[in-house]
């Protein structure tokens, strides 16, 4: 294959990728790389597969790339692993205070044992609400089932009664897993149905002492009205691992708050699986310009 590649870490610039995309047949493009019909009208009709480097696949606009006939890979399964370690990990920041502890050694806070100081809450004998029980949901459960988690619950667009068998996990509305949990996790894809699910009305739902976690998409959070529920201890408190947009401006209002934690979108990093997803990736590119099929293909 004869590569065009742009080489840096930061994101190829619009106008570079509208330009260098012109007569291409494949396409291995990234998270944060918007294909939509420009790009689409900019390669013109020789292309023929699109490799992206991710699971999700919200930056893609797949109606239009049906439309057109496109193959397109992607790379499920095998971050499945890694972010759920750091759904857990921004789930007992967030629980247990970590940052603010960490802050309070650092500024001189931390001048004797007190009681009641820097006190949060476990997950022994608590409830968990997973939104959305696929791949990384499970995985998730899978990991906090030894915290001695009581209960969980979890929602989405059917029951999965198989999936849900390991960790007894009863499927209920979002309306009680709301008002159920001590802990929610989100772990549901980006669609027009799941798109600022997580609003007002859910978050005044939800108890004064539980936690909410979002390692999905940004845009399932409505982020106001997630700010006014924290500053307004209508929840106890939030990790984030995604936000609307990426980067989130250093002065944004959540970034002031002690009790939520933002991480930037991290939840696939180690190295290990960011060379596997690398690698997966690109034998979908090869695969999809032989015309054989992919290691994983999106069926449109």
């Known amino acids: 294959c004869r590569v065009q590649l742009w080489d840096s870490e930061e994101p190829v610039p619009r106008a570079e990728l509208l ?3 012109a007569g291409t047949r494949g396409l291995l493009c990234l998270l944060s790389d918007r294909i939509d019909r420009e790009v689409l009208d900019a390669a013109g009709p020789d ?4 490799s992206t480097m991710s699971v999700g696949f919200d930056h893609l606009a797949l109606d239009e790339i049906k439309r057109r006939g496109i193959r397109v890979g992607y790379t499920p399964d095998v971050l499945t692993d890694a972010t759920a370690e750091l759904s857990v990990a921004l789930l007992l920041s ?8 960490v802050e309070q050694v650092k500024s001189g806070g931390w001048t004797t044992w007190k009681p009641l100081w820097m006190c949060g809450y476990g997950l022994s004998n608590s409830t968990v609400g997973i939104i959305g029980l696929g791949r990384i949901g499970q995985a998730i459960a899978r990991r906090l089932k030894p915290f001695g988690v009581k209960k969980f619950l979890y929602t989405g667009s059917a029951p999965k009664p198989e999936s849900a068998a390991e960790f007894e996990a009863e499927f209920v509305p979002l309306t009680r897993l709301a008002e159920e949990s001590d802990f929610v996790l989100v772990t549901c894809a980006l669609t027009p149905a799941t798109q600022g ?4 009305d859910f978050f005044s739902r939800m108890k004064k002492t539980s936690v909410f976690v979002n390692t999905s998409r940004g845009a399932v959070v409505n982020q106001e009205d997630l ?7 209508q929840i106890a ?3 984030l ?10 002065d944004h209002p959540l970034l002031s708050l002690k009790n939520c934690v933002i991480l930037p979108h991290i939840g696939s990093a180690t190295y290990a699986t960011r060379n596997t997803m690398a690698v997966l990736a ?7 310009l032989r015309g054989e099929p992919m290691p994983h293909e999106l069926k449109l």
């Open 19 to 21: 330009s260098r995309v």
């Open 47 to 50: 292309l023929k597969v699109i």
């Open 197 to 200: 699910m997580c609003n007002k």
């Open 237 to 239: 408190a939030a990790g």
């Open 282 to 288: 690109a034998n979908n590119l090869l695969a999809g």
């Open 241 to 250: 691992d995604v936000t609307t947009p990426e980067p989130l401006p250093t």
């Open 94 to 101: 967030a629980c247990r205070r970590l940052p603010e502890a």
């Open 227 to 233: 700010y006014d529920a924290l500053a307004q201890g």
